[in-house]
């Protein structure tokens, strides 16, 4: 009997929340950096940040919630590279994200993970 084949989706809820708080960050960043310029409308530099983070975010959301993994047949399994168990040497969580870095070094993003905790789990579970 073959393994069960184990999805990892991305989750839209912890896409918009990874992205609002890049957005929060890159408000105070464009704030602070017309403040160091001595631009005395500092306040411009919110809705910037915010809208340079929310065209990213749109732009970007059909790709990044694409973007399955799967653990199957022996090995991690993503959009364009396969990675063989064995090969695999750790397993972190990232905020949203799993890191998985191969004996080589090679590192790859799972990325936007409603319980980043169980997806690492699920990879450490194959991996014994």
């Known amino acids: 009997m073959a393994d069960p084949v184990i999805r990892f989706v991305p989750d839209r809820q912890a896409y918009i929340r990874a992205h609002a708080w890049l957005a929060a ?23 910037a940040g915010l809208a340079a983070i929310m065209l990213r975010g749109w732009y970007m959301s059909s790709e990044e919630l694409s973007a399955v993994w799967e653990l199957r047949d ?17 397993v972190r969580t990232l905020g949203s994200a799993v890191q998985v870095i191969t004996g080589a070094g090679d590192k790859h993003l799972i990325k936007f993970q409603a319980d980043p905790a169980a997806t690492k789990a699920a990879i450490e579970g194959a991996m014994t």
Request: hydrophobic share 50%; charged share 5%; no cysteine.
């Open 74 to 90: 022996g090995a991690l399994r993503g959009p364009v590279q396969t990675i063989p168990l064995p090969q695999i040497e750790t």
């Open 25 to 47: 960050f890159g408000m105070a960043l464009a704030m602070a950096v017309l403040w160091m310029m001595g631009n005395p409308y500092i306040w411009t530099g919110a809705p």
